[in-house]
Nanobody, 115 residues
């Protein structure tokens, strides 16, 4: 499985961005897709995940501001990020899990939120 993410960039605090990630390869084995992020000097952390059945999980810090969605026909996951804060600045990584719990990582896309 290969993951191609896009949509990062520079935005002012309070603004919005939408990330996209499309899976290719053995994409029919994917059960879960989502996003992690890693801020400078910090550990990588979960942002949001969504299963093929639509079960969603968010980290507390993004609840009410971010929305994850998925188009199973396109093997694509989206992350709509609203009310962005400088603390959201990080490299965002797309992830996908397959049926045997192998996790795949995308290349990362940088989100920078200026104050």
């Amino acid at each position: 499985v290969q993951l191609q993410a896009s949509g990062g960039g520079l935005v002012q605090a309070g603004g919005s961005l939408r990330l996209s990630c499309t899976a290719s390869g053995n994409k029919f084995r994917i059960t879960l897709m989502g996003w992690y992020r890693q801020a400078p000097g910090k550990q990588r952390e979960l942002v949001a995940t969504i299963t093929i059945g639509g079960i969603i999980n968010y980290t507390d810090s993004v609840k009410g501001r971010f929305a994850i969605s998925r188009d199973n026909r396109k093997s694509t996951v989206y992350l709509q990020m609203n009310s962005l804060k400088p603390t959201d600045t990080a490299v965002y990584y797309c992830v996908a899990d397959d049926r045997i719990a192998t996790r795949y990582w995308g290349q990362g896309t940088l989100v920078t939120v200026s104050s």
